[in-house]
Structures are given as C-alpha cells and as structure tokens.
C-alpha cells in the first residue's frame, strides 16, 4: 500500500472529502467525521477505525498498533504498509468507512 492507491481507495467511497489537518495528515472523512488518516511524510502509516471486536487482536499484530489519541474509540495504527493485502485494507478502509457513516445524524449520512 502507498498514499495514492490509499487515496484512490477512500475517494472511491461515496460521498467521501479529503482534507489536510495538522500540516501533515491527509484525512478522509463522511459528514465531516473521519475515517482514515495518512501521514503526508514518510514512512507511510495509515490510521482505521475496527470493530471492538478485532480491535485487541489486530493491535496484537506485528506492523499495527494502537492508534495515537483515537485508541480509546478502537481506531489502529497501520504501521508496516505491506501488514494487509490488497483485498484486506479494501475491507479495513470500507470497513472504517461503514462504522463511521453508522454513527452520523440520518441528515449527514447522505
């Protein structure tokens, strides 16, 4: 995985806007919430919000930790960029994605 394909992926979601926040992150976001962040400046790591349920196994797992700040609301740090395949950060970024949208007010959802 590298910023661009990353970046494809997330604008690829409907209704999806990208920002820079704090000089250096790229932000994806649905109703102004996010869902996944990438630092601008090597090396590469990206930032998703997983189930409770996957939560503690995945910050288990060499390449991922527990993300700074959003860890408490089960959000991971993706550290090593080859850590998922090609079909498993699809699922983890429109994963992020679905959990988010879920949690916005019916009129932002859209």
């Avoid at 926040?21 to 919430?33: Q, R, V, Y």
Wanted: include cysteine.
């Amino acid at each position: 995985m590298d910023i661009e394909t990353l970046r494809t992926l997330c604008i690829s979601l409907e209704s999806v806007t990208e920002d820079i926040k704090w000089d250096n992150d790229l932000c994806f976001s649905i109703g102004g919430k996010m869902f996944c962040v990438t630092s601008l400046q090597p090396p590469f790591t990206a930032s998703l919000k997983v189930k409770d349920e996957e939560f503690e196994e995945l910050c288990q797992s060499a390449g991922i930790e527990i993300a700074p700040y959003v860890g408490r609301y089960k959000w991971i740090l993706v550290t090593d960029p080859n850590r998922f395949t090609a079909a498993e950060w699809q699922h983890y970024v429109s994963q992020s994605y679905t959990l988010v949208k879920a949690k916005l007010p019916k009129k932002k959802a859209k």
